[in-house]
C-alpha cells in the first residue's frame, strides 16, 4: 500500500504560478509511477500529466503542455507539478496518484489504471 498526501494548491492570479507536491509513503521501496489528475466542479476528473519512477518517461494533457511540469525526487518520495502561466480554467481539485505498474502512453491519462490516490488539494485561479 501506499499514502499519498497533495499539498501546495491556494488561490492565484491568472498568470501566476504554484507548486504541487506529492508525498509517499508506505510501499515506498518498490518502483512506481505519478501521475497528477484535476476535477473541476460538474466536470470529470481528467488527466494532467504522468511520469515513470526514473522520470525518464513523461506525459501531458494537450491543455497543460508547455506550462506545467512533472517531476519527482526518489530521495524524498515526493512528486512535484510546477504549474506555470496559470488560467482560471485550470481551476479545480488536483489529485495525485500512483501504481507499481509500468507507465506507458497508452495508460498514462487513464484514471482507472492507477492504484492509490490522494485526498486532493484545490487550485482556484481568478481572472
Known amino acids: 500500500q501506499v499514502q499519498l498526501v497533495e499539498s501546495g494548491g491556494g488561490l492565484v492570479q491568472a498568470g501566476g504560478s504554484l507548486r504541487l507536491s506529492c508525498a509517499a509513503s508506505?510501499?515506498?521501496?518498490?518502483?512506481?509511477?505519478m501521475g497528477w489528475f484535476r476535477q473541476a466542479p460538474g466536470k470529470e476528473r481528467e488527466f494532467v500529466a504522468a511520469s515513470s519512477w526514473s522520470g525518464g518517461s513523461t506525459y501531458y494533457a494537450d491543455s497543460v503542455k508547455g506550462r506545467f511540469t512533472i517531476s519527482g525526487d526518489n530521495a524524498k518520495n515526493t512528486v512535484y507539478l510546477q504549474m506555470n502561466s496559470l488560467k482560471p480554467e485550470d481551476t479545480a481539485v488536483y489529485y495525485c496518484?500512483?501504481?507499481?505498474?509500468?507507465?506507458?502512453?497508452?495508460?498514462?491519462?487513464?484514471?482507472?489504471?492507477?492504484?492509490?490516490w490522494g485526498q486532493g488539494t484545490q487550485v482556484t485561479v481568478s481572472s
Open positions: 508506505g510501499r515506498t521501496t518498490s518502483s512506481y509511477a
Open positions: 496518484a500512483a501504481t507499481f505498474k509500468t507507465l506507458n502512453r497508452g495508460v498514462a491519462g487513464t484514471a482507472r489504471w492507477y492504484d492509490f
